[in-house]
């Protein structure tokens, strides 16, 4: 079954074609970063306007490298929420019109699932269920998978999301947008122990997390020595805010999968890239004997490869909708369309 995918939740216009959930036929994404640069992060407006721009081209190149027409395209899948609302609307409305025109069958694709659903294209053997921490600029969360289509949130966050806390700490250490990549690149030539960070709790909720007080903690860090003429290692700072971090995400997430007796270990989402977090949940893993799944680096940022492996999934379980489809800026990973 040959899946279009369309993307288009935030600064990247996305489609690929996907084959059976797993297989990727074509992937392609025209990114916006270097004009958003200039901004020091995403202006929703322009974002709107770069994916009209490119949403055309962009669908015409994924079908000419998978070498299929879409008389070969057994369903399209587009993410639908969350996101923001006039960079979905783009790629919503586009695929209903595609839709509506060709009488391929619209399947509504929600953009965390479709994080998780990367995991599928880099392990072929990954199965639910699972316990997956799904970790990106605007979301964090610890997310029981128990099926495909089934998830439940054991813990999110109640503040800032982990990506969110790492592109501001970066930026006020005047590195470029998108800062957490270059932090993490930088975090490696530091002391993670140079400076001690809090590490908050939310007491009513052992799963749950809370990044708006340690970030906050790293620029005081920053601004202060600032103040006083102090120049600071910034290799150590990215290195003990990266850690701080780190050990906040896998503390929560390793406590969860004990509570709940969970041998398989999933990551997913933007941050699922960092460094640290691969390697400190690879090596807790091979210490307690679970087994512990991560996507390939290049399906961790926003891509429509991810939708078309859950599209695939949630067209098998029925989810399709109509012309009456609409964008949500907002919608649990729990809920299932419509």
């Known amino acids: 079954m040959n899946i279009l995918a369309i993307e288009s939740s935030c600064d990247e216009t996305a489609a690929a074609v996907v084959r059976d959930g797993r297989t990727v036929l074509s992937s392609v994404v025209a990114s916006q970063v270097e004009e958003h640069r200039l901004y020091g992060g995403v202006v929703p407006e322009i974002a709107s306007r770069r994916h009209a721009e490119a949403i055309v081209p962009v669908v015409s190149q994924a079908l000419e490298q998978a070498a299929v027409t879409l008389n070969e395209i057994d369903a399209i899948a587009v993410t639908y929420a969350p996101?923001?609302?006039?960079?979905?609307?783009?790629?919503?409305?586009?695929?209903?019109?595609?839709?509506?025109?060709?009488?391929?069958?619209?399947?509504?694709?929600?953009?965390?699932?479709?994080?998780?659903?990367?995991?599928?294209?880099?392990?072929?053997?990954?199965?639910?269920?699972?316990?997956?921490?799904?970790?990106?600029?605007?979301?964090?969360?610890?997310?029981?998978?128990?099926?495909?289509?089934?998830?439940?949130?054991?813990?999110?966050?109640?503040?800032?999301?982990?990506?969110?806390?790492?592109?501001k700490a970066a930026r006020t250490m005047g590195m470029p947008y998108p800062g957490g990549i270059m932090l993490d690149k930088v975090a490696e030539e530091g002391n993670p122990r140079a400076?001690?960070?809090?590490?908050?709790?939310?007491?009513?909720?052992?799963?749950?997390?809370?990044?708006?007080?340690?970030?906050?903690?790293?620029?005081?860090?920053?601004?202060?020595?600032?103040?006083?003429g102090e120049e600071l290692n910034k290799a150590d700072v990215c290195a003990s805010f990266r850690y701080a971090v780190v050990d906040c995400l896998s503390t929560n997430f390793l406590r969860a999968a004990e509570d709940l007796h969970v041998g398989k270990l999933v990551i997913a989402g933007g941050v699922s890239a960092n460094s640290l977090l691969r390697r400190t949940l690879e090596e807790e893993c091979l210490s307690s004997g679970r087994q512990f799944y991560k996507p390939e680096r290049s399906l961790c940022g926003d891509n429509a490869a991810m939708v078309g492996a859950q599209g695939f999934y949630e067209f098998r379980s029925g989810n399709v909708a109509g012309a009456n489809l609409n964008a949500y800026a907002t919608m649990s990973i729990d809920k299932t369309y419509p």
């Not at 595609?98 to 072929?124: C, D, E, F, K, W």
């Open 195 to 228: 400076f001690k960070l809090p590490r908050p709790v939310v007491h009513d909720a052992p799963y749950d997390f809370s990044f708006s007080g340690l970030k906050t903690a790293v620029i005081n860090l920053i601004h202060n020595a600032a103040q006083k």
């Open 83 to 167: 996101g923001l609302i006039g960079a979905l609307l783009v790629g919503v409305n586009f695929a209903k019109g595609l839709s509506l025109a060709t009488g391929i069958p619209l399947v509504p694709t929600h953009h965390l699932r479709s994080h998780i659903a990367s995991n599928y294209i880099t392990n072929p053997d990954l199965e639910p269920p699972f316990l997956c921490l799904v970790v990106s600029g605007g979301h964090s969360h610890i997310v029981m998978v128990e099926d495909y289509t089934s998830m439940k949130i054991i813990g999110r966050t109640r503040d800032d999301a982990a990506g969110e806390a790492f592109d």
